[in-house]
């Protein structure tokens, strides 16, 4: 009996044709058996279910629903789509026809001027021809011809300001011997062209996952194998669940000046980073589970205490321990005995604000025992009533004079001895520095700390050191930590005092695979300053946060680390211990902080009187 033939079933079958009639015969017998062994007749079946939507992206959503696929993205991550502007999206090729489908559908949803640059045998889909740019992969005479239209139609759709993704390697990720990572093989530098010549932002977009073995193992004895085999790899993704990240933008300033096989190492290397995020965060359309690490249970904080004996208490500190006013501000220095009601206040504040960055004691109130001899730095603003920050600040030659080194709380998280101070003078030990969550939008409680603590040393200039630790909290990636640890290590110098100092519990993250440790490695050759290893980090966040910014702080001011600890007692915070000579610091920097008279002093007093620094634009507190 004869069945008719389906032309929605037909597009996906297999056509060859010989000039031998003998040729002809035998592939007419094989056809069949060949469509079912490289699952062509499953895809035709599965188009043929859903041919009837003609629009692309109801069309891809159908599709998808039919072979059972769902893909997840953080929303996040599906904000730093550009809405607007001429756009590239790469990405790496993990599976060879589902990421292509999965890439347009979420594009088209943001913005509807997009298209695919893909090979010529997706032009078979009706409702994909329109949104897609063809290439011929196959290296035929006629194949050249094709490419140089498909690259003149590119470049006149990115000049004009439209959005393509394109698929760099292109061809699938496959199993390398030599590395034995199945990965993209390198990618075209024409992308890089192309990015460069139309002034295109790029965005990176990486797919977690991979083909399967059989189609591993048959890619090594020919690489037509793995094209046979991408229909059957396209079937069997039945039950998936494809996870997408997206990275930062990366403006086309960035590109200009570099050359493009460059360019194209530095968007691979930006996109395989991606695969290194930990798969915790929210997603949509399909809400992945969060998975957290077992945590002790926290204490319910303490309430507040009342309000009008803070008032008062503070309002009858000496006139000596305010250091700085400033509006409704003021920062005072002050020792416990001064302020019990101050200083509990400033231990329910800092857990308040630790815990809210995934950091904490998990206690009601962040109080120990260094607390009732430190000294207590805090900003006050008066017309609330209420603390807005604080720091935590020793004399070390005072406290190590009256309770030894272990007297010092950073000897709780490093190793050293009375050695280390000798060596680089007087220091002040700063530590557990917070802005409470309602200050944090703007950048005048940082501040005013600072202008507070600049003052401190203007009126005891022989501390010329800042020594502690600073925190990068476990909501931090593990390769943005390690990164930023990288840099600090590679780009910062070791302070020649590192030596002295060894942390309790060194920061030793699990041992990537191969690839990714040298991936961290040669990411960094491209980062030369505090800025672009922000950038690097916010690219890798989903939330977007770049280093953090008393680091960074700090850094502007010169540290140089000493050493790299994890605290368990604080969540396992990640403890940079960094110390600065503040007679190195920027001059321009020194007179924000101390005043340009200050600073002066500061100066002269170490014998490094210099003429006064150019302006800088004042920071409104």
């Known amino acids: ?37 490289t699952a062509l007749h499953r895809l035709g079946d599965a188009y043929a279910a859903v041919a009837a939507e003609q629009d692309c992206v109801r069309f891809i959503e159908a599709f998808l629903r039919e072979i059972d696929v769902r893909w997840e993205v953080s929303e996040a991550d599906r904000a730093r789509i550009p809405r607007q502007g001429p756009a590239l999206v790469v990405a790496n090729h993990p599976f060879g026809g589902v990421e292509g489908l999965v890439l347009l559908h979420l594009l088209k949803c943001i913005r509807p001027d997009v298209k695919v640059m893909a090979n010529r045998l997706l032009g078979r889909i009706p409702q994909l021809r329109d949104s897609f740019i063809f290439v011929d992969p196959f290296g035929t005479p006629q194949s050249t011809k094709a490419n140089l239209h498909g690259m003149r139609e590119t470049l006149r759709w990115v000049g004009e300001g439209g959005m393509l993704a394109v698929f760099p390697a292109g061809t699938v990720s496959h199993l390398h011997l030599r590395s034995l990572q199945i990965t993209d093989p390198k990618w075209s530098d024409t992308i890089a062209r192309i990015a460069r010549r139309t002034s295109a932002a790029v965005l990176p977009a990486y797919f977690a996952g991979h083909n399967g073995p059989l189609f591993q193992v048959l890619g090594l004895a020919h690489p037509m194998l793995r094209t046979a085999m991408l229909a059957r790899e396209l079937m069997n993704k039945r039950g998936r669940r494809i996870q997408v990240h997206i990275g930062g933008v990366i403006p086309a300033a960035k590109l200009r000046e570099q050359r493009d096989e460059d360019v194209i190492e530095m968007l691979r290397e930006r996109t395989y980073l991606l695969a290194m995020r930990r798969p915790s965060q929210p997603t949509t359309p399909v809400q992945a589970p969060r998975v957290r690490p077992a945590k002790r249970r926290l204490q319910p904080i303490e309430a507040p205490g009342d309000e009008a004996a803070l008032a008062a208490e503070v309002a009858a500190l000496p006139a000596e321990t305010r250091l700085v006013e400033s509006g409704t501000f003021a920062v005072y220095c002050a020792q416990s005995e001064q302020i019990p009601l101050t200083l509990r206040e400033i231990g329910r504040l800092r857990e308040v604000t630790f815990r809210d960055a995934g950091e904490g004691s998990g206690k009601p109130l962040d109080l120990d025992r260094f607390d009732s001899y430190y000294l207590h730095l805090f900003v006050w603003n008066r017309e609330q009533q209420e603390v807005v920050g604080a720091y935590r600040v020793a004399r070390v030659d005072e406290v190590v004079r009256a309770h030894g080194v272990e007297g010092l709380y950073t000897h709780t998280l490093f190793q050293f001895s009375r050695a280390l101070f000798d060596q680089v003078g007087p220091t002040l030990e700063l530590g557990r520095s917070f802005v409470r969550p309602e200050y944090q939008r703007s950048y005048a409680g940082l501040l005013l700390l600072w202008r507070g603590l600049g003052e401190l040393v203007c009126r005891d200039p022989r501390y010329k050191v800042l020594f502690g630790p600073v925190s990068i909290s476990n909501g931090y990636q593990l390769v943005s930590r390690q990164l930023i640890v990288a840099y600090l290590r590679a780009n910062r110098q070791m302070h020649p005092c590192a030596r002295l100092v060894r942390p309790r519990r060194p920061f030793r993250p699990a041992t990537p695979a191969l690839r990714e440790r040298a991936l961290t490695s040669s990411v960094l050759e491209d980062v030369a300053s505090v800025e672009d290893i922000s950038a690097l980090i916010s690219h890798i966040e989903v939330d977007q946060k770049g280093v953090p910014i008393l680091l960074r702080n700090y850094l502007k001011l010169g540290a140089s680390p000493l050493g790299f600890n994890v605290d368990p007692e604080f969540s396992d915070v990640l403890d940079v211990l960094v110390l600065v000579d503040l007679t190195c610091t920027d001059r321009k920097l020194l007179e924000r902080y101390m005043t340009p008279e200050g600073a002066s002093r500061f100066l002269e007093y170490h014998g490094r009187a210099a003429a006064p620094a150019a302006a800088i634009p004042a920071t409104s507190s």
């Open 1 to 37: 009996m004869h069945v008719p033939s389906d032309p929605n079933r037909d597009i996906f079958r297999l056509s060859l044709q010989f000039r031998n009639p003998i040729g002809q015969r035998i592939f007419s017998h094989l056809r069949s058996p060949l469509e079912s062994l």
